[in-house]
């Protein structure tokens, strides 16, 4: 896989602001090469779970309702 070094050097950016880390150029290839396999393997769950046709778990609402009194 390849990226931009543009893209690269924001994720160095993200890294040392965000969670004060520096790394070096081929620790921050492979952060780089595992969030886009991470998010790749997010959309192929999805996309297989809307296309199979099978009934899916319904999400449940987070916020409790109010109790009138």
Same mark, same amino acid.
Request: charged share 35%; aromatic share 12%; hydrophobic share 35%.
């Given at each position: 896989?390849?990226?931009?070094?543009?893209?690269?050097?924001? *994720?160095?950016?993200?890294?040392?602001? !965000?969670?004060?880390?520096?790394?070096?150029?081929?620790d921050?290839? &492979?952060?780089?090469?595992?969030?886009?396999?991470?998010?790749?393997? *997010?959309?192929?769950?999805?996309?297989? !779970?809307?296309?199979?046709?099978?009934?899916?778990?319904?999400?449940? &609402?987070?916020?409790?309702?109010?109790?009138?009194?």
């Amino acid at each position: 896989m390849k990226l931009k070094p543009e893209t690269l050097e924001k *994720l160095r950016a993200i890294l040392k602001k !965000d969670f004060g880390q520096e790394v070096n150029d081929q620790d921050l290839h &492979d952060i780089a090469f595992n969030l886009v396999s991470y998010y790749d393997a *997010l959309s192929r769950f999805y996309w297989e !779970d809307i296309t199979s046709g099978r009934k899916l778990i319904e999400p449940y &609402d987070t916020v409790p309702e109010r109790q009138t009194t």
